[in-house]
T-cell receptor, first 111, second 112 residues
Framework: LAKTTQPISMDSYEGQEVNITCSHNNIATNDYITWYQQFPSQGPRFIIQ???TKVTNEVASLFIPADRKSSTLSLPRVSLSDTAVYYC????????????FGPGTRLSVLP | EADIYQTPRYLVIGTGKKITLECSQTMGHDKMYWYQQDPGMELHLIHY???????EKGDLSSESTVSRIRTEHFPLTLESARPSHTSQYLCASSERLPDTQYFGPGTRLTVL
């Protein structure tokens, strides 16, 4: 199970682009990279998922370099409502393998 | 938007009571999970299931038990609630390939 490392916290201002990087040096060939967002008192919410290169949806972009040992979640023009904890998970559908959410990155968006 | 439901949303109960937290999903997902999370702290996996009649304990030891008699239903039971069980309990289900978990709104349990 690939272990992930991400910053514990980050601060940003409204309107800025925020990039959160996750390290996963032991990522396996079949592993996907998935990011979740969690607001206080709510369950995590899926944001984006990718395997390689770049993935973009209406919420965020995910950049994955060729070696796949890290990934970067990019949130364009954040607002106060983007203040949340962001989790990076790495794994595949190998039965018997469970994902560990870890502490995540606590993003605070300031006015 | 994912269709996964948890009831009750809030529960305050006395020590020694038996409780069941309900979790249902209408997406036909085989995999389901229960997590425990204290305010401001990490999520900890306490139970998971890969299908009907399949249940396993997670990384965090828990006195709760689960059952999976139907695909859509994954209830969690505490036979005798204690104040140490006070926490938020989150249920999730996932598609198989690739694993993307959808979470319910959670049940905030307080044991007095």
């Amino acid at each position: 199970l690939a272990k992930t490392t991400q910053p514990i916290s980050m601060d940003s201002y409204e309107g800025q682009e925020v990039n959160i990087t996750c390290s996963h040096n032991n990522i396996a060939t079949n592993d996907y990279i998935t990011w979740y967002q969690q607001f206080p008192s709510q369950g995590p919410r899926f944001i984006i998922q990718g395997y390689k290169t770049k993935v973009t949806n209406e919420v965020a972009s995910l950049f994955i370099p060729a070696d796949r040992k890290s990934s970067t979640l990019s949130l364009p023009r954040v607002s106060l409502s983007d203040t949340a904890v962001y989790y990076c998970l790495v794994g595949d559908d190998n039965y018997g393998q469970n994902f560990v959410f870890g502490p995540g990155t606590r993003l605070s968006v300031l006015p | 938007e994912a269709d996964i439901y948890q009831t009750p949303r809030y529960l305050v109960i006395g020590t020694g009571k038996k409780i069941t937290l309900e979790c249902s999903q209408t997406m036909g997902h085989d995999k389901m999970y229960w997590y425990q999370q204290d305010p401001g702290m990490e999520l900890h996996l306490i139970h998971y299931s890969y299908g009907v009649n399949s249940t396993e304990k997670g990384d965090l030891s828990s006195e709760s038990t689960v059952s999976r008699i139907r695909t859509e239903h994954f209830p969690l039971t505490l036979e005798s609630a204690r104040p140490s069980h006070t926490s938020q309990y989150l249920c999730a289900s996932s598609e198989r390939l690739p694993d993307t978990q959808y979470f319910g709104p959670g049940t905030r349990l307080t044991v007095l």
